[in-house]
């Protein structure tokens, strides 16, 4: 007899299926149908359905890791291994437990997060070694692709390693810092903070791993809860009569504020500090090991102001940001200290100076001690996945999700400048259909089983929260009247038949490519009559909420267990490190900060299971373009990254190499690291491709190259040419002839013009290959020179104003076009053995060389140029004309400044 929801009963299975794979020797597909089978024949399990726990037990086993590398000074001892063999890690186990069993990973993610996390305690310290030391790292991950699970995995085992005290950076505002406080009370202490901090009063309150079956009693205390209001304050301190160091770990998640970050400062002075004149500040703390986890590291904590002096030398008396300058001080005051950064910001924190210091807050937070690129698992949807910016095959785009609902309606009522008077009486029909596609969803999952699950939409339409009240009323009007419309069919109104034509055009339409692109996500096709039968049960659960600064509404889902559906009307809050669990729609328009909202994009990446096709971003053109560039200058320079990792290099060496990296100049005019730099870019070991155009300069363009193609040597055969001997100084004129567009922040052609007639009269690049891809598969012809092409089919969007944009213009099979079969293996093999260095389990070989390996092969005198003529249905057939540029690694090329005209739009992109 069964007993339990149908979800506690699945989870309870799951846990006892798992249980009998352990001791299977190898986990095959027999194996998961037979351990199946056993479990649905026993009586508490009879009623469980057998699909859906098979699929269950499939994603546990088939999920793949990519391998994750890290770059360090080298100035460490491995100590975590023997420290692990001679006592016991008990907080990490129960949250290792409560990871496989509670929340269902992967084994291979839970694999690795145990190597990884186990990797990064190596290269701080050990919290017994004497002395006074200071370790500073960073964590690249996407965005929600588990970060938070990672750092409360190291805190697990920094505290059972012997760290006596761990403070928690958390964001800016009280609803992230609510929201990690308890993602830490869940998975580190195991109790509910909100009802005390002290863990012997918590032994009926317990949580998370706290509350796993079997579970320890582990005693860690907190200096603060998850309560909205629960953040540090010295007389809660005080009255709890804890002291850093003392018989019991304590830890505190905190935000980044300068009151709160002051006031623990001037406590962990007060209750531990003593009399130093020789540390910066005057007091320290020793003999009480810290470790400091900042999350969103490349938000609020770096220093934006000038350090530098006229001359480029450092000024040690110029103040930096307080958050970033009380950071400083509160790690230089303890004697040991550790600390670790994570951000979803690609090597943000590396584009800080190594050498900045200051008097008082000592040396700012550089990843000196080491940087790790941290993969996502293969179920993760992150922007590659989405937007489809991997490189295309020979003649093939990449492929991106049909998930993405351009949206132009919606600045009639929300225009840019908008002011907090600003009238809104009615929401744009592209939201309202959003809401709609958000019922939908929820029926959906229903129909597939998951009931009792968290549901969520994000609206972000406006920063301001009087207009952000404004638009949650009109939304709640609207939600009402459809959920009357489905409770009373026939009186009044078309919201039935709406639902159906957009689950039709939207969802069944697009259902069986969807599945198709994500073959390995468990995604059963859902009929519209099943749906139908759902939507009022759905929506009927649907709540709307503000999530700002002056509402009261918060993302409360712990405390509904049954699932809570929630739309989420916000601003910034919604912007940074806040998780909306299952999350499925997303609407929202430009308003503020383009790297704000872009961040804010990011929101809707993550973990996906059983919905990944029925999520939908409405957005708009503009905001889709850009995230496309972020998303491959991220892919990029983690290419270098692995490049630096099999080099052997280090952060510094690293750091060096990005900060001159022309995708750096993106990340650098996005995230406005310091306000007024000279913008300069090196080209040395990187490529440059055009992925944006203006209709305007389709002519010219072509003119341009059709002189420059006539006046080289002739060549023999059709379709694709390839000129082998060309002289450095033609590139260099045809490269001041071409126009890019103002979007074309890295293939900017007068930039690299400049920095080929440098290298050039330097007598580097001298000769140049190039090739003419001219066998395109569109069946559309024309002339360029005196050559009949084939036109290169590329996936285009336009816009209004006359902008063309694709999503990456070379294959890597293009880029060896120069390289001859040894070149070609060197580099392949290069890339495996990359692969190979990092630590398993991890996903499969590679099977194309990366283009960092690819260009190593390369001469410093020879460069290679790549033509292809795009159809973009322009008028007379005449193409786009893209082109890409691969250069070789030359490690005496200077760094060119951007034309000003150029930094400025970026600039303007991004304020």
Known sequence: MSTGTPEQQLRSAYGAANALLELEQRITQEALERTV??????????????????????????????????????????????????????????????????KRWASGPLVQLDRMTDDILDRLRNPETA????????????????????????ICKAVDAGYPLVIVLA?????????????????????????????????????????????????????????????????????????????DPIILVVKKRVSI???????????????????????????????????????????????????????????????NMLIRKLLVTFEKSAYVGYTATPFANVFMHHEATHRDAGPDLFPASFIVNLPAPSNYIGPERVFGVDRPGVNDDATGLPIIRPITDAVAIFPPGHKKNHSVTELPTSLKEAILAFLLVCAARRVRGDVNVDNSMLIHVTRLV???????????????????????????????????????????????????????????????????????????RVRVRQINGSAKDTLDYADHPNGLSIIAVGGDKLSRGLTLEGLSVSYFIRTTKMYDTLMQMGRWFGYRPRYADLCRLYTSPTLICWYRHIATATAELRE??????????????????????????????????????????????????????????????????SNFINDLPRSAGTGRHQWDDVEGSRVTSLLRQLQTSRDSWKANAQALAEYVANRVSNGRLKTWTIVLAGRGRTEISCRLGPYAIMLTQRDYEKSG????????????????????????ECAMQQTIDAWKKKADPKKDEPKTASGPFIRRQRSRDRGLLLIYPIDAAMPDRMPIMGFAISFPFDEDAPL????????????????
Do not use: C
């Open 801 to 824: 104003d006359g902008r063309i944009t694709i999503r990456r213009l070379v294959s890597p099979a293009d880029e060896v076009a120069d390289l001859d079969q040894s070149a070609r």
């Open 896 to 911: 060119i400044d951007y034309a000003e005209n150029s930094v400025k739009q970026l600039e303007r992109i991004f304020d």
């Open 37 to 102: 089978d056993l479990i649905l024949a026993m009586p508490p399990y009879a009623t469980v359905d057998r699909t859906r726990l098979l699929r269950e037990l499939e994603a546990r086993n088939n999920t793949l890791v990519g391998g994750y590398s890290i770059i360090d000074d080298k100035e460490f001892v491995a100590w975590i291994k023997s420290v692990r063999e001679n006592r016991p890690f008990q907080f990490w186990e129960r949250y290792r437990h409560w990871m496989d069993r509670g």
């Open 640 to 705: 270098e990254f692995d490049l630096a990792f099999n080099n052997g290099q280090t952060p510094l060496e690293f750091g060096h190499r990005v900060r001159a990296h022309p995708d750096g100049l993106l990340i650098t005019a996005a995230n406005k690291m310091r306000s007024g730099t000279r913008v300069r870019a090196g080209f040395s070991g990187t490529i440059s491709e055009t992925v944006s155009f203006e209709a305007a300069h389709t002519k010219a363009n072509f003119d341009a190259f």
């Open 171 to 247: 964001g800016v505002h009280n609803s992230l810092r609510s929201q990690t406080q308890l993602r830490i009370d869940e998975g580190f202490l195991g109790f509910d903070t909100r009802l005390s901090l002290l863990a012997d009063d918590q032994e009926n309150q317990r949580i998370g791993a706290g509350k796993m079956p079997s579970a320890p009693f582990l005693v860690a205390h907190s200096l603060t809860s998850s309560a909205d209001g629960g953040d540090f304050k010295a007389a809660t301190a005080n009255g709890t009569r804890l002291v850093p160091g003392g018989r």
């Open 261 to 323: 970050l002051e006031n623990l400062l001037a406590w962990v002075q007060s209750v531990r500090g003593t009399d130093d004149p020789g540390t910066p500040g005057g007091k320290i703390v020793r003999d009480v090991p810290m470790l400091v986890i900042d999350d969103e590291a490349d938000n609020a904590s770096a220093n934006t102001n000038e350090y530098r002096n006229d001359d480029g030398t450092i000024d040690e008396d110029a103040d930096p940001t307080k958050t």
């Open 131 to 154: 002395g006074a030391w200071d370790r500073r790292g960073l964590v690249v991950g996407d965005v929600q692709s588990g970060k938070t699970s990672n750092y409360t995995a190291l």
């Open 466 to 540: 009087v207009i952000q009240e404004k638009v949650a009323r009109l939304v709640d009007e609207f939600l009402v009247d459809a959920v009357r419309q489905l409770e009373f069919p026939g009186t009044g109104g078309t919201v039935i038949v709406e639902l159906e034509a957009l689950w039709k055009k939207e969802f069944e339409t697009k259902g069986d490519k969807l599945r198709a692109l994500l073959a390995d996500h468990d995604l059963q096709p859902v009929a519209w009559s099943a749906v139908r039968d759902q939507l009022f049960d759905a929506a009927k």
